[in-house]
């Protein structure tokens, strides 16, 4: 681990108490600590010492895609190996078994009512805090669920699939058969395969598939001209 205080660098390894020797995901909490994580091992670094949980601790993690800190201080963690969440105590693990669709957790995020939402392999998950609830194709979302989000200005759960954009509205959520809008060349939108995205603090999502994707959905939800610029990168 490498930090750039804006004047230097310090270095943290094996000898200043560091138990990764590869990073794939660090979270920064509420409380300004770090969560360093790696195969099956997930550190903390509160800025001056390192706290490793692992098997012995009840992470039952593999390799480590994604994490997130939800609005409660829970800190959740997907990969290959399904879904975790840490109350600050303990470990609570979740697979197929517990209702998850898939075992491979791509991304996290947490709507405006307290919902958990993944993205995987087999489309994506809702988990209220007792139950999953599963939309795949056959519930008018794509069944691979690479990138979702939440935006807050506009009360929308977004998607990224391998056919462009979906959202969902917030008010959705609570119906048995949500409505997903979809946005992709067969609704309009050239938007085709997308890798990822980020939601701005104007509730403009800019997606990216090799180039840049500026989505405005006011704009559109206003009827007003298209905000879809394309940039080249």
Same mark, same amino acid.
């Given at each position: 681990?490498?930090?750039?205080?804006?004047?230097?660098?310090?270095? /943290?390894?094996?000898?200043?108490?560091?138990?990764?020797?590869?990073?794939?995901?660090?979270?920064?909490?509420?409380?300004?600590?770090?969560?360093?994580?790696?195969?099956?091992?997930?550190?903390?670094?509160?800025?001056?010492?390192?706290?490793?949980?692992?098997? !012995?601790?009840? #992470?039952?993690?593999?390799?480590? /895609?994604?994490? #997130? !800190?939800?609005?409660?201080?829970?800190?959740?963690?997907?990969?290959?190996?399904?879904?975790?969440?840490?109350?600050?105590?303990?470990?609570?693990? /979740?697979?197929?078994?517990?209702?998850?669709?898939?075992?491979?957790?791509?991304?996290?995020?947490?709507?405006?009512?307290?919902?958990?939402?993944?993205?995987?392999?087999?489309?994506?998950?809702?988990?209220?805090?007792?139950?999953?609830?599963?939309?795949? !194709?056959?519930?008018?979302?794509?069944?691979?669920?690479?990138?979702?989000?939440?935006?807050?200005?506009?009360?929308?759960?977004?998607? %990224?699939?391998?056919?462009? &954009?979906?959202?969902?509205?917030?008010?959705? %959520?609570?119906?048995?058969?949500?409505?997903?809008?979809?946005?992709? $060349?067969?609704?309009?939108?050239?938007?085709?395969?997308?890798?990822?995205?980020?939601?701005?603090?104007?509730?403009?999502?800019?997606?990216?598939?090799?180039?840049?994707?500026?989505?405005? /959905?006011?704009?559109?939800?206003?009827?007003?001209?298209? $905000? &879809?610029?394309?940039?080249?990168?």
């Amino acid at each position: 681990l490498i930090k750039f205080d804006g004047i230097g660098y310090s270095t /943290y390894e094996k000898e200043q108490g560091l138990a990764l020797d590869h990073i794939t995901e660090i979270l920064e909490d509420d409380a300004n600590n770090l969560w360093l994580m790696g195969e099956g091992r997930v550190v903390k670094f509160d800025g001056s010492s390192f706290a490793s949980y692992d098997s !012995a601790q009840g #992470f039952k993690g593999g390799s480590i /895609y994604t994490s #997130f !800190a939800d609005s409660k201080k829970n800190i959740w963690i997907g990969g290959d190996n399904g879904l975790s969440k840490f109350d600050g105590k303990y470990f609570t693990n /979740y697979t197929t078994l517990d209702g998850l669709p898939d075992m491979y957790i791509w991304n996290i995020t947490e709507d405006g009512l307290g919902n958990i939402w993944l993205g995987t392999n087999a489309g994506a998950s809702k988990f209220d805090g007792n139950k999953f609830f599963n939309y795949k !194709a056959k519930d008018g979302l794509s069944n691979s669920v690479v990138d979702v989000g939440y935006d807050p200005v506009n009360k929308l759960i977004w998607f %990224t699939t391998e056919l462009g &954009l979906a959202s969902l509205g917030l008010d959705q %959520t609570k119906l048995e058969k949500p409505f997903f809008q979809h946005y992709n $060349p067969r609704t309009g939108f050239e938007f085709p395969s997308i890798l990822g995205f980020v939601i701005d603090k104007q509730g403009i999502v800019w997606a990216r598939d090799g180039r840049v994707f500026r989505f405005g /959905y006011k704009d559109i939800s206003n009827s007003k001209p298209i $905000p &879809l610029q394309i940039r080249n990168i």
